[in-house]
């Protein structure tokens, strides 16, 4: 997810590409996939580019939603633990 | 289950992380061909013009066309092809991408009517840095940090070559340290980017 947060809204990233760039298996990084995509937050797009077969991913905006709250989750973990500790002192 | 503060930071920086490693990936393979190409047109341009300084206008003139043309077709291939990605609005973003680059000459145009430099080598750093400012720019607003770093490189490499080289050998400097720096960055993405393309399967 953070891979294709970072793409642009109308972009979508290569199979192998994205493969390669985080050093997974095809099987790893399709399990992934699979259920990122059963959960709604990733679309697969099975096409043909120059007679080749070939998969593109991207995030949804669901997906992008769903990751904002995670890191705004994460964050707030750490905004917590800062003020307790702060307490403390 | 509880996450620890430390876990968290943990998994926020490898967040930031892997988002620029793809934002910088993406763009270095989209980017690596088209510094290639301008690489060695910069290189030519300014050896050329120090053997043949009466003849600059006509030597800039021709390989910018090249590179011009050059830059469009690598474009629309790359757009074809998708090997790193691709976009819905394939359109779209290339007529930002062209939107973008004629601003920056149409205001570059614009600037040198107002400020008329005095000379060939004022022209010349002028255009440099104007272009190398647009490099800096997509650096920090698409996140393609290379961008940022080779568009300060070569702007400081200019000025070294405007202010301490002797201005009898701008040329000859400009063109392993502008086009070098182009000519190399192209080469390493381009490189990295047929690394990460390949199609070899587990």
Known sequence: ?89 | MEISREEAQRSIAEVNKVASDTARSVAGAFAGPTLILWGVVVIAAYIGTHFFMRLAWHIWMVLDGVGLAGTTLICLAQFRRAKATRYQNAGQVGWRILCFWSAIFGYMFIWLYLMKPRNGLELNAFIVTVIMFAYVMMGLYEGARFLLWLGLAVTGLTLVGVYIIPHKFYCLWMAPAAGGALLLTGVYYWLRAKKLCRNSTN
Do not use: C, W
């Open chain 1, 1 to 89: 997810m953070s891979s294709l947060v970072s793409l642009e809204q109308t972009e979508q990233i290569d199979f192998s590409y994205l493969r390669n760039l985080l050093k997974l298996t095809d099987g790893n990084l399709g399990a992934h996939l699979s259920k990122l995509e059963a959960a709604g937050y990733i679309k697969i797009e099975k096409t043909f580019v120059e007679r080749k077969p070939r998969t593109f991913i991207s995030i949804s905006g669901r997906g992008r939603d769903a990751f904002a709250e995670h890191i705004a989750a994460l964050k707030t973990i750490m905004k917590s633990s800062k003020e307790k500790t702060a307490q403390r002192k």
